[in-house]
T-cell receptor, first 118, second 117 residues
Framework: NAGVTQTPKFRILKIGQSMTLQCAQD?????MYWYRQDPGMGLKLIYY???????DKGEVPNGYNVSRSTTEDFPLRLELAAPSQTSVYFC?????????????????FGPGTRLTVT | AQKVTQAQTEISVVEKEDVTLDCVYE???????LFWYKQPPSGELVFLIR??????QNEISGRYSWNFQKSTSSFNFTITASQVVDSAVYFC??????????????FGKGTKLSVKP
């Protein structure tokens, strides 16, 4: 299994440009997530999806859009890039493990995409 | 609200010293999970440990040990006899059990550990 893959690894955008960050997983996980990590900060949730066709906002969704047409893919779209979106973006997928009432989400992270907006 | 606080922004030690990274969390959930991740300079996130809220037994794995205290809402991480390869940013994270969330992790801001030779 390739696990969670992200492309590109690095990207420089000019202010106002748009782009799509790609994320794919081959583990048949229903849950997928996009996080961003600003310098010196922890990861914050942008969007998540609990299955194909179902997405919802996380803590910091402004300036982003997502879609989930298949179980495998969860692209993140940046419209009108701004310097505040300079960050490292991590995609993750998960599945549930453990007994009912005491289970957890086993989460797998991609390698990240480093985005700079200038 | 759920929150994870890592009060130590940066720690610098000399090789072979022991070092403890602090993590304090807030949650209203009765069952939850706590995690530690390592982020080396290469940038990927490396899973270190998962601990559930109903098991306060401490855990040791080689030079790593974790102390979970529900009474003080803390989940501290100790590296014994630190090595240069331990230099990284370490994140503490929290999530409810899968009946209570969509599975995303709540991260602290991280502690940057520098181990000097």
């Amino acid at each position: 299994n390739a696990g969670v893959t992200q492309t590109p690894k690095f990207r420089i955008l000019k202010i106002g440009q748009s782009m799509t960050l790609q994320c794919a997983q081959d583990m048949n996980h229903n849950y997928m997530y996009w996080y961003r990590q600003d310098p010196g900060m922890g990861l914050k949730l942008i969007y998540y999806s609990v299955g194909a066709g179902i997405t919802d906002k996380g803590e910091v969704p402004n300036g982003y859009n997502v879609s989930r047409s298949t179980t495998e893919d969860f692209p993140l779209r940046l419209e009108l890039a701004a310097p505040s979106q300079t960050s490292v973006y991590f995609c993750a997928s998960s599945y549930t493990r453990g007994p009912p009432g005491r289970g957890w989400y086993e989460q797998y992270f991609g390698p990240g995409t480093r985005l700079t907006v200038t | 609200a759920q929150k994870v606080t890592q009060a130590q922004t940066e720690i610098s030690v000399v090789e072979k010293e022991d070092v403890t990274l602090d993590c304090v969390y807030e949650t209203r959930d009765t069952t939850y999970y706590l995690f530690w991740y390592k982020q080396p300079p290469s940038g990927e996130l490396v899973f270190l440990i998962r601990r559930n809220s109903f098991d306060e037994q401490n855990e040791i794995s080689g030079r790593y040990s974790w102390n979970f205290q529900k009474s003080t809402s803390s989940f501290n991480f100790t590296i014994t006899a630190s090595q240069v390869v331990d230099s990284a940013v370490y994140f503490c994270a929290l999530t409810p059990n899968y009946g209570g969330s969509q599975g995303n992790l709540i991260f602290g801001k991280g502690t940057k550990l520098s181990v000097k030779p």
